[in-house]
C-alpha cells in the first residue's frame, strides 16, 4: 500500500529458503522508488474469523532498494510473526493447576465459587491488585469464594515470600513452574493482572475484569 492509500494486493509464495517474490509493474516500481511505501503482509490463519487471513502491518518502512531481481542480492525484511490470543475459558471448567505450584486444588474449594488472580510481583498494577484483594479477603471467605493468586512470570522465590510476608497476604499464592507463556495461554491470561471468576460448580463465569468490578460480578453469579 502506498501513502495515498491505494491498495495493490499480490499473491506469493516462500521458497524453501525464505525468499518471496513481488510482482510488480514498471510503473509501480518506479512510484515506490519515488515514495516511501508500507505493506500489510496477508498470513494464512485458519483460526482467524475475517477471510481465512490474519493481517500483520510492518512496523518499519521496507526500503524498495531491499527489492532486487537476483535474490542473492535481496536485502532481509523481518516480518513479526502473528500472534494468536488465547481462547476464552467462560463457559469451562475451571483448569486443574498443572505447571502451577500452589498449595491448593479445586477439591478443596467443592461447592465454593473460586477467584483466580494471576499477578506479577515486578509489576505496580499487580501487587495493587494483590494488596486489594487481602483486604477483601475475610469478606470473600464470608461469601464462600475461595482466593488463589498465582505468580505469573519467574522471580526470585524467597523475594516472593518476603513480599507476601511483609504484606500479611492471607490466601494461597502460587507460582508457574515451567513454560510460563504455555501456562498463561491454557489460562486465557491476556494481561497482569488477569481475575478469572468461577462459580460454585467450578464453571468460569466471567475472566479479564477489574478489582473495582469484582463486587458487582460476585453478585451477578450470586443471583
Not at 497476604?169 to 486465557?188: C, N
Request: proline share 4%.
Amino acid at each position: 500500500m502506498g501513502e495515498d492509500g491505494i491498495r495493490n494486493f499480490m499473491v506469493g509464495d516462500i521458497d524453501d529458503e525464505g525468499y518471496f517474490k513481488a510482482y510488480l509493474s514498471q510503473e509501480q516500481y518506479q512510484q515506490l522508488q519515488s515514495r516511501k511505501a508500507w505493506f500489510e503482509i496477508l498470513i494464512p490463519d485458519t483460526n482467524a474469523s475475517v477471510e481465512g487471513l490474519r493481517v500483520v502491518r510492518m512496523e518499519t518502512v521496507f526500503a524498495i532498494d531491499l527489492l532486487a531481481t537476483d535474490k542473492t542480492k535481496a536485502g532481509v525484511a523481518k516480518i513479526p510473526k502473528p500472534r494468536r490470543e488465547p481462547d476464552s475459558l467462560v463457559g469451562k471448567p475451571l483448569l486443574e493447576f498443572n505447571g502451577i505450584k500452589v498449595g491448593y486444588s479445586s477439591e478443596q474449594a467443592k461447592d465454593r465459587m473460586m477467584l483466580v488472580c494471576f499477578w506479577d510481583m515486578e509489576q505496580r498494577p499487580s501487587r495493587r491488585c494483590i494488596l486489594e484483594l487481602n483486604k477483601q479477603a475475610e469478606e470473600l471467605k464470608q461469601k464462600g469464594i475461595a482466593v488463589i493468586t498465582v505468580q505469573a512470570s519467574e522471580i526470585d522465590e524467597d523475594a516472593l515470600n518476603d513480599w507476601l510476608e511483609k504484606n500479611d497476604i492471607s490466601f494461597p499464592v502460587g507460582m508457574i513452574q515451567s513454560d510460563e507463556e504455555k501456562v498463561r495461554f491454557a489460562w486465557g491470561v491476556r494481561a497482569l493482572p488477569w481475575l478469572i471468576l468461577a462459580d460454585s460448580k467450578h464453571v468460569v463465569r466471567v475472566e479479564g475484569f477489574t478489582m473495582p468490578e469484582l463486587g458487582a460480578k460476585i453478585e451477578e453469579i450470586l443471583r
